[in-house]
């Protein structure tokens, strides 16, 4: 069973042939897809898509990069967008001191108004981080001294010692097609590292297509190259690779039903 964790379904790449997209995506073999709001008022277009299909379930959040647009988020708010039966996650949230597209105080502000969601709802909490290793670590841990909550570090390109930090915390994470990047040696090393109980893959589609679709757009059938080269760097059969990933996203994400 393939799944795609991460899809951007609802991005403008798609709005064209997306029932083409979703198509090849079950002929790849996905089973199961989560497609991730980024922006609050892109929720309705998620949780329509998921709506139309079986197969296809959403998250409702906020990106950091778009934190400077909904400065007040709450976590009463983020629970009440939550109340839909093809809700399966919170987010995607987290801090990017990359591009700083919003200002870092508005992220760690909109990261925290998530967490609660998430705890309240015991839904998993998808995380962006990028350049944030040190302060999201520290989020992370002080909030989850509130209490607990899921936790998903998605598109993990970070590094090892926050990778350590979000595994006491009981983190998954999933990895991308950077993985698969000539040049993404430090990414490789920090994910063979992680325990193959708490690895899912993802696509973020459209971006971060895997060798041998770089520079293409990406769509979720292109998971199926991520499964070989994954299941190759851990030294797993096919049908055993895509069994222990299967296995973690339906721990992870318990409202989607197998």
Known sequence: ????????????????????????????????????????SSAPAVLAIASAHEDIWASVGQHPHNAKDAPDITADELIALANHPRVCAIGETGLDQHYNLSPIDQQVASLRAHIGAARALDLPLIVHTRESDDLIGDVLEEEAGKGAFRLLMHCYTSGAALAQRALALGAYFSLSGILTFKAAHDVRAVARQLPLDRIILETDCPYLAPVPHRGRRNEPARIADLYAFFCAERGLGADQGSAIVADNFFRLFRTVPR
């Not at 979703?22 to 980024?38: H, L, N």
């Open 1 to 40: 069973m393939l799944i795609d964790s991460h899809v951007n379904l609802h991005a403008e790449a798609f709005d064209a042939d997306r029932s083409e997209v979703i198509s090849r995506a079950r002929e790849a073999g996905v089973a199961r897809m989560v497609t991730i709001c980024d922006r609050i």
